[in-house]
């Protein structure tokens, strides 16, 4: 059965298992379109178990806080239908959440094996910006009211970060346990070096023993990941148009790629692996930005940077699947530590949640795949990403995720690299940990005011003039 960990027979609570913080997710954002997809399919299974006449009721959904301020750009209205019309990530392959919107729009209902219930989209999903007593910025509340508009039953659900949703009392609970303590990076390190355990190896017995995980289950997950990752760059660097929203800002990764590979290419002074990790960065998050399928690495906004790193390692150092396997198990660790000790909820801390936590993983896992250690170089390359992201902004403009977010996962991608380098050839323990630094990058996201945190009111997404024709590039 799985229990809490045990270190020096101090027990602590779980860490997340990385098949939470690596796992399939549709664009554009995990917090807001992720999230709210399962929070629906969590009401509808208790619509399931109802019966009752024919119909049973009307449908109502409220977007709270940042998702109210960001729900159309990051597209939460049409992830709760898709939610509530039964879908999930992986039946999305073949099957975009606005053709579902548009289905249960022309329809007016939603349908259970039971029951149907009256539900029009553009008039029962609301968005809320006057409350501000919430329990968290990323707050959805539903109802099922009987056809006079009274109340049947209600629920209400946070969405925390990286897509995982909790109802409000799970939440509740979460908040109140004062000083809850979660195995550190540092403990983790001293059990890995008592043990000679390599990073991978520890996660998976972590996963075994904390969470009933076969390491063939981890193993299975990890690989079905990195193929998604693979395909999710194959994608990107294929597309080409114009992203969906206000701004009409154009795909450029294809270009950026068939430009590279040309002879006419202007490489500036920096290495063919930047320019590359650059480019499979920007494909992934126009991707994203287009609603197609990707992996959280931590979340959605961000899902660019680890893959874009991994796969830039593999081509420089030929490395086999395997081995890119065991570096997603070690950028997992790290999404666990930051989920566990700060947040990666752009509406909660900031960017620096997102992009500064897939830099900090990606860091770890490359600098794994040179050989660092794990007592000094990997913890090192994770602390030196991070760092360097702190104080962060989330200023989606127009509330969406092509300006700057694209332009972020290159930077993180190429920051990775830089501080998986840099621990490489540095001697000695650094002065500052990763958990120090994720101490950090929590209150400091504490203290950041709430327009700078996804709800498009600071920042670049309140002094880009709209109104403004775009660039001739498009961006």
Known sequence: MPH??????????????????????????????????????????ILQKRTGPQPAGRIAVTLCGSLAYTGRGHLTNLAVVAGLAGY????????????????????????????????HPEDD????????????PNTLRFALLDLRGQTLLSAVY????????????????????????????????????????????????????????????VMSHIGRMWERMRRSIDDGVRHEGTLPGSLRVARRAAEMMALFRSKEAKRGIVSSEVFRASIYAI????????????VTAPTCGAAGVLPACLLV????????????????????????LAVSEASIAGALVGCQGEIGVASAMAAAAVCYLLGGSVADQIDRAAETALEHYLGLTCDPVAGLVQIPCIER?????????NAASMAMISGGRDRVSFDATLKAMRQTGLDMPSRYKETS?????????????????GA
């Not at 999903?125 to 501000?132: G, I, M």
């Not at 996962?409 to 690299?417: I, Q, R, T």
Request: glycine share 8%; proline share 5%; aromatic share 4%.
């Open 409 to 417: 996962n290159a930077a993180g991608a190429v920051s990775a690299l």
């Open 88 to 119: 999930e990530p992986e039946g999305l392959i073949s099957r975009s959440i606005r053709d579902i919107y548009d289905l249960v729009c022309a329809t007016g209902t939603i349908t259970t094996s039971s029951n149907w219930y009256v539900f």
């Open 158 to 217: 946070i969405s925390i970060g990286g897509g995982q949703v909790v109802d409000a009392a799970t939440y509740e609970a979460m908040t109140v346990g004062i000083d809850v303590r979660h195995v550190s990076g540092r403990e983790i390190i001293a059990r890995c070096t008592q043990s000679e355990k390599e990073l991978p190896a520890y996660v998976l017995d972590m996963e075994q023993a904390h969470h009933g995980h076969s390491k063939a289950k």
């Open 313 to 336: 390692a593999q081509e420089a150092l030929a490395l086999t699947d395997q081995r890119v396997h065991e570096a997603l198990l070690v950028a997992g660790l790290i999404g666990s």
């Open 283 to 294: 494909a992934v998050a126009e991707e994203n930005a287009d609603g197609g399928n990707i």
């Open 4 to 45: 809490s960990p045990v270190v020096d027979n101090v027990e602590f609570a779980r860490l997340p298992s990385i098949l939470d913080i690596l796992k399939p997710a549709v664009g554009p954002s995990s917090s807001h379109t992720l999230g709210p997809m399962r929070a629906a399919r969590e009401f509808l299974h």
């Open 457 to 473: 009111l600071g920042g670049l997404a309140a002094i880009i003039d709209l109104d403004e024709p775009p660039a001739a590039d």
């Open 125 to 136: 999903v609301s968005f809320d910006t006057e409350t501000t007593s919430l329990p968290h």
